[in-house]
């Protein structure tokens, strides 16, 4: 079974720098996604970025950009020019791609990343 | 982006009463939908997965009789639970999985069940 494992709980970040998120995951497959969801107080859950295993360059999407490391299976969230807006939790989510639309998503435990003015 | 709504974004309910949740997709067919439970500070637990048509499929733990879900078309699910209990309370959400090369999957607003 695939496992997904968020080992920082809370994360501060300073208003306009840069944080990093960790992710790590274990899968013995070799096609796969994975994901980040910003789940703000409101708590709608936002897709973030999106990885595919298969590309070997990193994603990125205006101010969040991810680390893909498939050897290492990590896979770390860098959010630049930190916003007020960007406080939120943040989960990690692995889905297989062998499954099709019944493929179910794995969620980390999650971050709660705080801004400071 | 397609757009998932829930219905109602909160209830209250006595406990031993049942409750309907309604998961809608507003722009898109969506042939597999998802129900999960969050509590407070912690991660979303899928509870079932349901196919148009067809029954759910629930997790390991789940009871099919408390938790019932229907999808009886392409853009609606819902899920009742049933003779409630305080223990029931938390925080539900839907999500629809959009027929695609990448099968995304979006998520609804929520639903906040406080069982008395």
């Known amino acids: 079974a695939q496992t997904v494992t968020q080992s920082q709980p809370e994360m501060s970040v300073q208003e306009a720098e840069t944080v990093t998120l960790s992710c790590t995951y274990d899968?013995?497959?070799?096609?796969?996604?994975l994901f980040w969801y910003k789940q703000p107080p409101s708590r709608q859950m936002i897709l973030v970025i999106r990885?595919?295993?298969?590309?070997?360059q990193n994603a990125t999407e205006n101010r969040f950009s991810v680390n893909f490391q498939k050897a290492a299976k990590s896979f770390s969230l860098k959010i630049s020019d930190s916003q007020l807006g960007d406080a939120a939790m943040y989960f990690c989510a692995y889905r297989s791609a062998l499954r099709g639309a019944n493929s179910k998503l794995t969620f980390g435990k999650g971050i709660t990343l705080s801004v400071r003015p | 982006g397609a757009v998932v709504s829930q219905h109602p974004s909160w209830v209250i309910c006595k406990s031993g009463t049942s409750v309907k949740i309604e998961c809608r997709s507003l722009?898109?067919?969506?042939?597999?939908m998802f129900w999960y439970r969050q509590f407070p500070k912690q991660s979303l637990m899928l509870m079932a997965t349901s196919n148009e048509g067809s029954k759910a499929t629930y997790e390991q733990g789940v009871e099919k009789d408390k938790f019932l879900i229907n999808h009886a078309s392409l853009t609606l699910s819902t899920l009742t639970v049933t003779s409630a209990h305080p223990e029931d309370s938390s925080f539900y959400i839907c999500?629809?999985?959009?027929?695609?090369?990448?099968?995304?999957?979006?998520f609804g607003p929520g639903t906040r069940l406080t069982v008395l």
């Open positions: 999500s629809a999985r959009q027929t695609s090369s990448y099968n995304e999957q979006f």
């Open positions: 990885q595919e295993a298969y590309k070997q």
């Open positions: 722009d898109f067919q969506a042939t597999t």
């Open positions: 899968t013995s497959e070799s096609d796969y996604y």
